[in-house]
């Protein structure tokens, strides 16, 4: 089954996307003053509220003069949600489309890195560069000495081994990128999500519409699909079992932002104004705690790749010994001219 492609919904993407938190903010902001001001709850808890800050450990039960409540309106105006839109302006970044030049690039290399085995072992590379490792063997049929058979055994054999093991080691990252993508894409959806019902929640406090633990619940990032590479009898699944990645195809099987999966689900609905707003400055943390669980994710797998990847090109490295991801040079790259006009390696005749 071909993976759909992983385009950032035009909503969630670019300008679209940072004009829509911008304007949607603003205008969070200005039904949060409005709602304060007019809406006679949230006017009386604010009033109570700013008495008790300037009086503390006064009767409440005290008229309060009008300048003074006068100047409470004008905090309120002024002061008091002047919060709203920078608390916004933090969350335009990260870009999920930041992430594709990365994503393309290990597309192309996996492409590069393309081949097939065949019912003996063998495998043949797709390109025509990747193609004459197998070729080789055939080509050094009109050879004959041991630099020849060591040439096959010791290069040519782990170079048909290490490619795939290659080339699905790049996948994996690719799905781990794409991964991070969706995760970010999933950010911005919870974003707009939020502001739009921050924006309900606020303007249906004047009819009493928005209350109750059944309406208006916000729903931070869904969580991606984690898995395991299994060990397989012979191929690159033996060098990297074990290796954690994040499943594209299973975390958007229920589509890219799914509407009924979240990792935390909170009621923005409140009584007054000031409620809200504390609800929506509460529905931004979690947002952020969901979505550091969500990228300790990529973390995971990008870590158990790089220490896979270390652990089996080490003896390659250091002992010059084949391994998954590496090929020792064999003897015939170092033999001297004498060893091979001694017949280590000639013509067959």
């Given amino acids: 089954m071909a993976k759909p492609e992983l385009e950032t919904p035009p909503d969630l993407a670019g300008q679209a996307f940072v004009t829509a938190v911008r304007e949607k903010s603003r205008k969070l902001k200005q039904e949060l003053i409005r709602q304060t001001l007019e809406d006679a709850t949230s006017w009386s808890r604010a009033v109570n509220d700013k008495w008790a800050d300037t009086h503390p450990g006064e009767w409440e039960g005290l008229p309060i003069p009008p300048a003074e409540v006068e100047e409470y309106r004008q905090r309120v105006r002024t002061e008091d949600y002047e919060w709203v839109e920078p608390s916004f302006e933090r969350f335009l970044q990260p ?3 930041a992430l594709n030049p990365i994503i393309d690039a290990l597309t192309t290399i996996e ?4 081949g097939s085995a065949d019912a003996n072992g063998g495998w043949t590379g797709a390109s025509a560069a990747l193609g004459r490792i197998n070729d080789v063997r055939s080509d050094l049929n009109w050879w004959d000495g041991r630099f020849k058979d060591t040439f096959i055994d010791e290069f040519v054999t782990p170079l048909e081994t290490s ?3 290659q080339r699905e080691l790049i996948r ?5 990128m794409e ?9 911005r959806k919870s974003v707009l999500t939020m502001l739009d019902q921050g924006i309900a929640a606020t303007q249906q406090l004047s009819n009493s519409a928005c209350t109750g633990a059944d309406v208006l619940k916000w729903g931070s990032i869904a969580l991606c699909v984690v898995g395991t590479v299994a ?3 012979t191929g690159p699944g033996v060098a990297l079992a074990g290796a954690v990645f994040i499943d594209v195809m299973g975390t958007i099987g229920g589509g890219l932002v799914p509407p009924d999966q979240a990792q935390t689900k909170l009621d923005l609905a409140a009584e007054t104004a000031t409620e809200v707003a504390a609800k929506i400055t509460n529905a931004q943390s979690a947002l952020g705690n969901d979505t550091s669980v969500a990228e300790e994710y990529v973390v995971l797998s990008l870590d158990k790749l790089h220490r896979i990847l270390a652990d089996g090109r080490r003896a390659t490295l250091t002992s010059n010994v084949s391994g998954p991801f590496g090929v020792a040079s064999p003897g015939l790259a170092d033999a001297t001219p004498g060893q091979i006009t001694g017949g280590a390696f000639r013509p067959r005749r």
């Fill in 95 to 97: 870009d999920p489309d």
């Fill in 111 to 114: 492409a590069m890195l393309e």
């Fill in 163 to 165: 490619v795939p093991n």
């Fill in 172 to 176: 994996l990252t690719r799905d781990t």
């Fill in 179 to 187: 991964g991070a993508k969706i995760i970010n894409i999933r950010f």
């Fill in 231 to 233: 060990a397989a009898t």
